[in-house]
């Protein structure tokens, strides 16, 4: 079994940057990828970035650029860095784990981009 915990949304203004946390544990050994999605409103769930235990992060080409999704040595923390955020960006963020044939979502972090 996988917990997660988002951490780190905030009301911010346009323009700002914003980290967000997700904290793992549990069976961190039989993962092998991470990612963070996001849910605007009124709209489906959205891939922002898939962190894989070997090999590069892929990105979302529409947030290519602006985000940066990183994990620890450990796997047991991973992060999303969001530069020049937009109102376009308020969503509810999760982040996801998977291995073994298993998916693991935490309870997601709000994030509101407004002035």
């Known amino acids: 079994q996988v917990r997660l915990v988002e951490s780190g949304g905030a009301l911010v203004q346009p323009g700002e940057s914003l980290k967000l946390s997700c904290t793992i544990s549990?069976?961190?050994?039989?993962?092998?990828?991470m990612g963070w999605y996001r849910r605007a409103p009124g709209k489906q769930r959205e891939l922002i970035a898939t962190?894989?235990?070997?090999?590069?992060?892929n990105y979302s080409d529409d947030l290519k650029g602006r985000v940066t999704a990183f994990a620890d040595m450990d796997m047991n923390t991973m992060y999303l860095h969001m530069n020049s955020l937009k109102p376009e960006d308020t969503a509810v963020y999760y982040c996801?784990?998977?291995?073994?044939?298993?998916?693991?979502w935490g309870q997601g972090t709000q994030v509101t981009v407004s002035s």
């Open positions: 996801n784990a998977r291995g073994d044939g298993s998916e693991y």
């Open positions: 962190i894989f235990r070997t090999g590069p992060t």
């Open positions: 549990g069976s961190i050994d039989r993962l092998n990828a």
